[in-house]
């Protein structure tokens, strides 16, 4: 049990769709990342977001998009799906500034399916 | 980012002790060298992380040589419950992108 919670679980969506994911990051947490998870692969990172502003971000297109609030959960946003963004979603939250080094921890995932 | 190199499967029996190696010939002097651990449908799960030598835990052991180009993740005893995908990574000390390869398969047979 990591303390990091995403919902819903599981969900369908049809092509076109616009999808939210929600994450609530461990206590204590102000950074949350977020990562796609294609069948058989490793996950691949989409952004991450610290103190509410998007600091970093992987090689995905701008239909993808996030946001942090400021008890620092995260929503991550997907506009007009395709077939290919059916993954598992994956949320990680750290304690970014804390000097050294620090360990993420992440959810049990989303998983998406667009048909 | 420095890219990683690792098996795609292993295979042990039960009460073995399991070494999986990593490459990481481009590490960089900020990085470090975690390892995770995934079960199907799940987030990864933090196992080790170390910079130099030799660290240890309660679930593991890891070992970095001198020149710190490669890292070996020492399993002690394997169960069946330990049959996971284990991913190395390196990353710099802020945590920030972690970048996956395809991990190593690791499957325990009783």
């Known amino acids: 049990e990591t303390g990091v919670t995403q919902s819903p679980t599981h969900l369908i969506k049809t092509r076109g769709q616009q999808v939210t994911l929600r994450c609530s990051s461990q206590?204590?947490?102000?950074?949350v990342s977020w990562y796609q998870q294609a069948l058989g692969q490793g996950p691949q990172f989409i952004f991450q977001y610290y103190r509410e502003e998007e600091n970093g971000r992987g090689n995905f297109p701008p239909r993808f998009s996030g946001l942090q609030f400021p008890n620092y959960s995260s929503e991550l946003n997907v506009n007009a799906l395709e077939l290919d963004d059916s993954a598992l979603y994956l949320c990680?939250?750290?304690?970014?500034?804390?000097?050294?080094?620090?360990?993420?921890?992440f959810g049990q995932g989303t998983r998406l399916t667009v048909v | 980012l420095a890219k990683t190199t690792q098996p795609i499967s292993m295979d042990s029996y039960e009460g073995q002790e399991v070494n999986i190696t990593c490459s990481h010939n481009?590490?960089?002097?900020?990085?470090?060298i975690t390892w995770y651990q995934q079960f199907p449908s799940q987030g990864p799960r933090f196992i080790i992380q170390g910079y130099k030598t030799k660290v240890t835990n309660e679930v593991a052991s890891l070992f970095i040589p001198a020149d710190r180009k490669s890292s070996t993740l020492s399993l002690p005893r394997v169960s069946l419950s330990d049959t996971a995908v284990y991913y190395c990574l390196v990353a710099r000390g802020s945590a920030r992108q972690l970048t996956f390869g395809s991990g190593t398969q690791l499957t325990v047979l009783p």
């Open positions: 206590s204590g947490h102000n950074t």
């Open positions: 990680a939250s750290s304690l970014a500034g804390a000097g050294g080094n620090t360990e993420a921890f």
């Open positions: 481009n590490i960089a002097t900020n990085d470090y």
